[in-house]
């Protein structure tokens, strides 16, 4: 009897330390790692100098980025046939009258369905391009009706202001992120990620130029989320920082900052990729139409979680170093 009570003793005993033990969760990287970033800082600014560059060059020699019918001004054109129609065919139908930006995209079951873009050559030819266009689909599926859903057309005035609109979109969106961080932690910290947003922004825009990817609005709404989602990758590093701050008051900026991007990199790593696998994913599969979404997605992701680590804490730490001097 006395063993057995010796024994639900000793059960509960282990019992009660194993509550008392930390859970074990699996960790992509370990907690031990001690990888010195900021000594590195120095050739990480320079690449990212010439990454910037090659796009800036990039988008200089092709006379800019390759525009979509958002800001180029075109025609649209939505009809619906009456049986089903390869969209390879509907593709050469249009180009066969030898209109240029061509986009035919399928936005209804089983291939009836179309969404027609064309460039416009100027003020007043929509009427025109959308003629070519009916004609050309009249002429390859003759023993196929169709009918016209809609017409719009977008001038290249409009397009101009809409580009305008875009960019002050993206540079107020960098501004407000930065006063944002500049509030709520320091304004060392708030120029940092407006630098790492303004960044991850120019060499996104230099990858597309590159690639030649249409830019048009959706891209726009890629780069406003590349921008939330670097700002928001560079709060958790800085959120880390202040705190570290508080408790190693006597250890050196650059200490602690390597410190808290060493203890924030397994969360970094994972939130980025996913993100980025996700986006990959999207890229891959989703179809031409949002190849330009997708890969600016994808591409400032990966960006935005570099800039986090090698642009935005380097940029503090030398307003804290030019802060010293002045004093």
């Known amino acids: 009897m006395k063993e057995g009570r010796s ?4 059960r509960a005993s282990e019992q009660a330390e194993a509550a008392k033990a930390p859970p074990r969760f699996f960790q992509l990287i370990p907690p031990t790692v001690n990888i010195n970033f900021i000594r590195i800082r120095l050739r990480m600014l320079i690449i990212s100098w010439i990454l910037i560059l090659i796009g800036l060059a990039s988008i200089w020699m092709k006379g800019g980025l390759n525009y979509g019918i958002d800001f180029s001004g075109g025609t649209l054109v939505h009809l619906r046939f009456a049986q089903a129609a390869p969209v390879s065919g509907v593709r050469d139908a249009v180009e066969s009258k030898g209109l240029e930006g061509v986009v035919v995209q399928a936005v209804g079951p089983e291939e009836r369905e179309y969404q027609i873009r064309a460039t416009t050559g100027g003020e007043g030819e929509s009427d025109q391009t959308a003629a070519l266009i009916q004609a050309g689909v009249r002429e390859k599926f003759a023993e196929n009706t169709f009918e016209i859903l809609r017409i719009e057309a977008v001038g290249p005035k409009v397009g101009r202001d ?10 107020a969106a960098t501004v407000m992120m930065g006063i944002y961080i500049a509030i709520r932690f320091d304004f060392r910290f708030g120029v940092g990620a407006a630098v790492a947003v303004l960044h991850d922004v120019l ?7 590159i690639t030649n990817l249409e830019f048009d609005l959706t891209t726009v709404a890629a780069l406003l989320t590349v921008v939330g989602y670097s700002v928001n990758d560079t709060v958790v590093i800085s959120d880390r920082i202040r705190e570290n701050l508080r408790k190693m008051r006597r250890e050196s900026l650059a200490t602690v900052m390597n410190l808290s991007i060493n203890e924030t990199l397994s969360r970094t790593v994972i939130t980025g990729g996913t993100a980025i696998i996700a986006t990959a994913v999207l890229f891959w599969l989703g179809g031409p139409v949002i190849h330009s979404f997708a890969f600016t997605m994808m591409f400032g992701f990966i960006v935005g979680t570099y800039s986090s680590i090698f642009i935005a804490s380097p940029i503090v730490l030398y307003l804290e170093r030019d802060t010293r001097r002045k004093t």
């Open 203 to 209: 060499i996104t825009l230099g990858a597309i130029s």
């Open 7 to 10: 024994g639900m003793a000793r």
């Open 162 to 171: 809409l580009w305008r609109s875009a960019a002050l979109a993206v540079l």
